[in-house]
């Protein structure tokens, strides 16, 4: 016994304000859509990060799996995750005119840390 209600089709009605729409405009009408509907996701996306994000960033950066875990998780500690952690080992590698990768072992061994808080305009106070 089958007890589901059937849908009535509305079809027609639901396309009315369609129906004088030539296929490019109805096209164009579809890319505007689609791009309100996916414009939110992009600011979101462009605006915020994850420490899988920032841990993968640093692998490309030449850092091993655990050196990147750890250097996420003093980025976090210290606030600047907003800021990107790949970003916070340049802009220590480029004050100390040293490389990416020496930058980031000393961020590792917690040296620098002042001078990037500093570059970044963030005090001690500041941080989570």
């Given at each position: 016994?089958?007890?589901?209600?059937?849908?009535?089709?509305?079809?027609?009605?639901?396309?009315?304000h369609?129906?004088?729409?030539?296929?490019e405009?109805?096209?164009?009408?579809?890319?505007?859509?689609a791009?309100?509907a996916?414009?939110p996701?992009?600011?979101?996306?462009?605006?915020?990060?994850?420490?899988?994000?920032?841990?993968s960033?640093?692998?490309?950066?030449?850092?091993?799996s655990?050196?990147?875990?750890n250097?996420?998780?003093?980025?976090?500690?210290h606030?600047?995750?907003?800021k990107?952690?790949?970003?916070?080992v340049?802009?220590?590698?480029?004050?100390?005119?040293?490389?990416?990768?020496?930058?980031?072992?000393?961020?590792?061994?917690?040296?620098?840390?002042?001078k990037?808080?500093?570059?970044?305009?963030?005090s001690?106070d500041?941080?989570?």
């Amino acid at each position: 016994m089958n007890n589901r209600k059937v849908r009535e089709d509305d079809y027609l009605k639901r396309r009315e304000h369609l129906a004088s729409l030539s296929d490019e405009q109805l096209k164009q009408r579809f890319w505007e859509l689609a791009e309100i509907a996916v414009n939110p996701l992009v600011d979101l996306a462009y605006k915020n990060t994850s420490p899988a994000i920032e841990r993968s960033v640093l692998l490309r950066m030449g850092f091993s799996s655990l050196e990147a875990k750890n250097l996420v998780d003093k980025v976090i500690n210290h606030g600047l995750i907003s800021k990107g952690a790949g970003h916070v080992v340049y802009r220590l590698s480029k004050i100390e005119n040293t490389e990416v990768r020496k930058a980031g072992l000393d961020l590792i061994n917690d040296k620098g840390w002042d001078k990037v808080l500093k570059s970044f305009e963030v005090s001690n106070d500041e941080q989570k």
